[in-house]
């Protein structure tokens, strides 16, 4: 091999890796968001179970496979956050269930998600109206 084919080798392997470290390729800085749903609820209950995307958490078993990804937390003053670290799901089944395991009340809700930041490339967080559930 000649001199020059290899200056030339080197250099083309050199402008790839300084392309490379320079920003010539596109990386996305955050990895997961927590996409929440707001749930205003108004009545008596012992238990929230909460349904998406074929996974459902309850607020009595914080220690579920499931809470893992999907969580359902009291904020106080009959407001509760439904989260997924996952997916933007485009249903939400709630459930409240009395102090034997009893339904109360189920519905669904059909969720709108709208990204609040990031972009379409690299995702980012997102929000959906508050829905109201009552038991």
């Known amino acids: 091999m000649s001199r020059m084919k290899l200056i030339v080798g080197f250099s083309g392997t050199v402008v790839l890796l300084f392309a490379t470290l320079t920003g010539c390729t596109f990386a ?3 990895i997961g968001h927590l996409y929440s749903v707001e749930v205003h609820i108004t009545g008596e209950f012992a238990t929230l179970e909460a349904c ?3 996974d459902c ?3 009595a078993d914080a220690t579920s496979a ?3 990804m999907f969580t359902v937390r009291p ?4 407001s509760w956050t439904v989260g997924s670290f996952t997916s933007t799901p485009d249903r939400l089944t709630l459930r409240a269930l009395d102090d034997a395991g009893a339904l109360l ?3 669904g809700y059909d969720l709108e998600w709208t990204r609040t930041g990031g972009s ?9 109206t508050p829905v109201d559930f009552a038991v």
Do not use: F, I
Request: aromatic residues 0%; glycine residues 18%.
């Open 120 to 128: 379409e490339r690299c995702g980012g967080p997102m929000s959906t």
């Open 66 to 68: 499931n809470s893992l």
């Open 52 to 54: 998406a995307d074929g």
């Open 57 to 59: 958490v309850s607020s």
């Open 28 to 30: 996305c800085t955050a």
């Open 75 to 78: 904020d106080g003053d009959g």
């Open 105 to 107: 009340a189920e519905d």
